[in-house]
């Protein structure tokens, strides 16, 4: 599973937002967020930067790689 997977559901979690909040928050339906969160969806630049300003974290916290 691709780490951005992991990273996006744990912030979402972290602001007990449900997917279908966030998705109602960046503009796309819970089914894309769900498939971000399972990594079998890359979202745009635009969408990405969306949900890391509503999560209140940086692109390479939530998209990056090098997790500790």
Sequence with gaps: MPEHANMVRKWRRWH???QAELADKVGVSRQTI???ERGNYSPSVYLALAIC???GK???EI???DEE
């Design 34 to 36: 769900a498939n971000i």
């Design 63 to 65: 998209f990056g790689g």
């Design 16 to 18: 007990e937002l449900s």
């Design 58 to 60: 940086t692109v390479e």
């Design 53 to 55: 300003q509503e999560l």
